[in-house]
T-cell receptor
Framework: KAGVTQTPRYLIKTRGQQVTLSCSPI?????VSWYQQTPGQGLQFLFE???????NKGNFPGRFSGRQFSNSRSEMNVSTLELGDSALYLC?????????????FGPGTRLTVL | GENVEQHPSTLSVQEGDSAVIKCTYS??????FPWYKQELGKRPQLIID?????GEKKDQRIAVTLNKTAKHFSLHITETQPEDSAVYFC??????????FGTGTSLTVIP
């Protein structure tokens, strides 16, 4: 099976702009989670989508939003970018079932905000 | 919410020695504890996991132990090799819906 893929791999934006990141999960996986990874904060949970519904949400401002499509692909949007949003954004997919919690990561999108 | 603490933040060992990384969690409802290895510039890779109904799990040179009473779990790597050098993350989850990660341990294996 193909692994989790993310596009684009690298992005450079300026403050105030918005950005959309995409994640394609492993075939058959219905849950997609998004994380922000920074050197000082580690992996911070943004939100999780399952069957097109946001099931869990972390403690990030409303500028961070997401959605999931019927084919389980997910997008994450960040509006009004700030310098502090520079990070590696990782998505992870899983079956989304309580008995099968294993989660697998994509390669990430490196976002730089200037 | 859940809080996961991970120690040490950096660890250096001689090749062939053992390495131990420890994590504690706060929510007694957490029942799934994976460990990820992240090499420089690469994605985190799931290397081993343990569920709350098991006290220990081994896979070749790596093992994980869980103490539910004390709310801590540990990763043990024996006979370390240079390719074990990476950042290791622990995580805790309730049924796999939402994961809380530790801040990572940078392991260096010195040849």
């Amino acid at each position: 099976k193909a692994g989790v893929t993310q596009t684009p791999r690298y992005l450079i934006k300026t403050r105030g702009q918005q950005v959309t990141l995409s994640c394609s999960p492993i075939s058959g996986h219905r849950s997609v989670s998004w994380y922000q990874q920074t050197p000082g904060q580690g992996l911070q949970f943004l939100f999780e989508y399952f069957s097109e519904t946001q099931r869990n949400k972390g403690n990030f401002p409303g500028r961070f939003s997401g959605r999931q499509f019927s084919n389980s692909r997910s997008e994450m949007n960040v509006s009004t970018l700030e310098l502090g949003d520079s990070a590696l954004y990782l998505c992870a997919s899983s079956l989304g079932l309580a008995g099968v919690p294993e989660q697998f990561f994509g390669p990430g999108t490196r976002l730089t905000v200037l | 919410g859940e809080n996961v603490e991970q120690h040490p933040s950096t660890l250096s060992v001689q090749e062939g020695d053992s390495a131990v990384i420890k994590c504690t969690y706060s929510d007694s409802a957490s029942n799934y504890f994976p460990w990820y290895k992240q090499e420089l510039g690469k994605r985190p890779q799931l290397i081993i996991d343990i569920r709350s109904n098991v006290g220990e799990k081994k896979d070749q040179r790596i093992a994980v132990t869980l103490n539910k009473t004390a709310k801590h779990f540990s990763l043990h790597i024996t006979e370390t090799q240079p390719e074990d050098s990476a950042v290791y993350f622990c995580a805790a989850s309730i049924t796999g819906n939402q994961f809380y990660f530790g801040t990572g341990t940078s392991l260096t294996v010195i040849p």
